[in-house]
């Protein structure tokens, strides 16, 4: 089945990742089909002290394959991490390196990430305790604020168009996803750089979380501790890196023969307005967020072949996930398969929307279903979901429903489907 929307069609032309299983997009794509973790005891801090040890840390990345060491000490991890997953999609896309006249004025950025610099917040803050005042770098707030990575991305690249950062917890590239897709629908932009980026494993974040008691503290075996949907789950897994998608103007794309991956086809947003942490009961609020992203894509429901679920691995939002699949999809959901790609690189929060977009993308495009690893007692909620445990599995692929939630009940829901141009 293949949709045609009324006005301007959004599609994706280029895909650019950085994560815990590798530094670009095919080395991602290959190792999480394969069934591979990312996550492994923490490297980036002494974690002794800590209940959770264990995270999803990008241990290949390299800032310096594009920023040179002024640019990699005046740029907080997270807006490196931003950058360099960005090139990879900019190269993808077949875009020039830096954007000129008219194809710069027609780009924008949307790069989220829900906690911004966190790393430079951190040490600056201990410089100052411990230094003095004067002693803070004059590039501490520049660093920190959460939307220096779409402008610093929009500097580099010559992008002129709408620039900001969606910041909504673990629902924020979600959201860039589907508000990049809105502003071009609208006519604000031709091409949108849709993407997410976060830098987490640092000693106070994952302090928080632990305190929380949302972490695994799976420290002894740390690629068995993201489980998501699985009965015996204890809690998620810290995870950074970075996700970018060129999302394009269909005859924009056509016209300069791009390579076509997907098509955006709707976006829904709600709020559950219920808990700061804890989604609404029977997941209403995803659903209805899904419904929404529905309408706008003129589908139905028994039209998803693909759930990309959040599945963060926690024990109140994995079973009220899939009771807002459920409800969604009804008796159609034998026919649904759902994939949590957590399970192999743990939780990126605000890149998680967007990183999962890449593999769902991906996954249209190939006809293959990453595996839910570490998935051996599916939670009762489950019903007749395929939750793809442990292994991958080949099938032919239409549409996707892409889910993404947020502390604070924010949801955002993407439907995508396969290019047949």
Request: aromatic residues 4%.
């Amino acid at each position: 089945m293949t949709f045609v929307a009324e006005g301007r069609r959004v599609v994706v032309t280029g895909l650019g990742a950085v994560t815990p299983l590798g530094a670009d997009v095919p080395t991602f794509w290959r190792r999480l089909v394969a069934g591979e973790s990312g996550v492994g005891p923490i490297t980036l801090f002494d974690a002794s002290s800590l209940t959770s040890r264990v995270a999803g840390e990008a241990l290949d990345f390299d800032p310096a394959i594009l920023l040179d060491r002024k640019e990699v000490r005046r740029n907080d991890r997270t807006t490196q991490l931003a950058l360099v997953a960005t090139r990879e999609a900019f190269d993808d896309a077949g875009l020039p390196g830096r954007l000129e006249g008219e194809l710069g004025e027609q780009t924008g950025i949307l790069m989220s990430s829900g906690l911004g610099g966190t790393n430079t917040l951190i040490e600056q803050i201990a410089t100052a305790r411990i230094d003095g005042p004067n002693r803070v770098s004059p590039f501490f707030i520049p660093m920190a604020i959460a939307n220096m990575p779409a402008g610093v991305a929009g500097i580099m690249f010559g992008a002129l168009g709408p620039n900001y950062s969606t910041t909504s917890a673990c629902a924020s590239s979600g959201h860039a996803l589907g508000e990049s897709y809105e502003i071009i629908k609208r006519g604000d932009a031709d091409v949108m750089v849709a993407g997410g980026c976060e830098a987490p494993v640092a000693d106070v974040i994952v302090a928080g979380f632990a305190r929380m008691k949302a972490l695994s503290t799976r420290n002894d075996d740390p690629v068995a501790a993201s489980r998501p949907f699985d009965a015996d789950r204890d809690g998620f897994v810290v995870a950074e890196g970075a996700a970018s998608l060129i999302l394009e103007e269909l005859g924009h794309a056509q016209r300069r023969g791009a390579r076509i991956y997907a098509e955006v086809c709707g976006y829904g947003a709600t709020a559950d307005g219920h808990h700061i942490t804890t989604p609404s009961p029977g997941g209403a609020g995803a659903a209805r967020a899904a419904r929404r992203a529905l309408h706008k894509a003129g589908l139905e429901a028994h039209d998803i072949d693909l759930v990309s679920a959040h599945a963060t691995s926690t024990g109140e939002g994995d079973p009220t996930e899939l009771m807002g699949m459920n409800s969604l999809v009804g008796d159609h959901a034998a026919n649904v398969s759902v994939t949590a790609t957590k399970s192999s690189i743990g939780h990126t929060l605000g890149a998680a929307g967007a990183m999962a977009a890449v593999a769902t993308i991906k996954a249209l495009d190939d006809g293959v279903v990453p595996p839910t690893l570490n998935l051996h007692q599916p939670d009762e909620n489950a019903g007749a979901l395929d939750l793809t445990p442990l292994r991958a599995r080949e099938r032919e692929l239409d549409v996707a429903l892409l889910n993404a939630f947020g502390f604070g009940g924010q949801n955002a829901a993407v439907i995508l489907q396969r290019w047949n141009g």
